[in-house]
């Protein structure tokens, strides 16, 4: 892994899991919505598949749940939502997300 | 049913994340390669029109199969990490009170080998050169009959 790969991995590690639920707080996705709205929103769309593995992790630690529906064409989509735990996760990274990131703007002098 | 060039890229491409996820624990791998799975089968349904380029994109998003489960080893949850270091941990108490059983056995057979020659030697030594256990036999017999008769 180059460097500049391995600048991106560590500062999306951590935060894209708060991204998926802030994404699942609007609306309930499947799995392909999700994972592409991520991508697209982080702009790594050359690994969709390694949502899966954190997906599957969120889901263990009870911050997101799925259910099936039936969907209008081709085979039954298995949507994703926030649970109550997820919301309070979530709701608790936004303040520390904004007093963490104001902290580093002042330090970098990158602030305003 | 037959085999499509499109359906050949999704299994090899399956194939190579199912191989990759071997070091996963098992329930991990399963549902990884399902996880996937499901995905292709969504986003080919839902291709206006499906090629082999259409499929190739599909794969080129998802991505690396090695990458794929180089993120989900990040993504263990730390008991994981736990089972390993108590199975460690317990035979290692089994062992030693094992291993301590058999010197304390070995000590007591020595020390039994060293006492056993000991007594024999002192006996030797004891007879060869202190005649008191002799001669209390000696004296005594005598003395014995003596006595008899002289009660009667």
Redesign the interface.
């Known amino acids: 892994m180059s460097d500049e790969a391995a600048l991106t991995t560590a500062l999306r590690r951590g935060t894209i899991e708060y991204c998926v639920l802030a994404l699942l707080d609007k609306r309930e996705l499947y799995g392909v919505e999700l994972v592409q709205q991520l991508s697209t929103g982080l702009g790594m769309t050359t690994s969709e598949g390694t949502m899966y593995p954190l997906l599957s992790r969120l889901r263990r630690n009870g911050r997101i749940a799925t259910t099936w529906r039936e969907a209008p064409a081709g085979p039954p989509r298995r949507y994703y939502t926030l649970t109550p735990d997820g919301e309070a996760a979530l709701t608790h990274f936004r303040t520390e997300w904004v007093t963490f990131r104001s902290g580093v703007d002042r330090i970098l002098g990158t602030e305003k | 049913m037959m085999m499509t060039e499109s359906d050949h890229l999704v299994a090899v491409y399956l194939a190579r ?1 199912d191989q990759a996820a071997m070091r996963l624990p098992a329930g ?1 791998r399963e ?2 390669v399902n ?2 799975r ?2 292709i ?3 080919r ?2 291709l206006e029109e499906e090629t082999e380029a259409s499929i190739r994109t599909i794969l ?6 090695e ?2 489960v ?3 080893d ?4 730390l008991p994981r990490v736990m089972p390993a270091a108590p199975a460690y941990a317990p035979p290692a108490p089994v062992k030693s009170s094992n291993r301590n059983l058999w010197i304390t056995l070995g000590v007591l057979a020595v020390i039994g080998v060293v006492v056993l020659f000991c007594a024999a030697f002192s006996l030797d030594r004891g007879s060869s050169y202190d005649p008191a256990p002799i001669r209390p036999e000696v004296t005594a017999v005598p003395a014995e009959p003596a006595s008899e008769p002289s009660g009667n």
Not at chain 2, 60 to 65: E, F, I, K, Q
Not at chain 2, 74 to 77: K, M, N, P, V
Request: proline letters at 4%; a negative charge.
């Open positions: 994340v991990r549902e990884l996880d996937l499901e995905h089968e969504i986003a349904a839902e080129d998003r998802l991505g690396d199969p990458s794929i180089a993120a989900a990040t993504q263990t949850d």
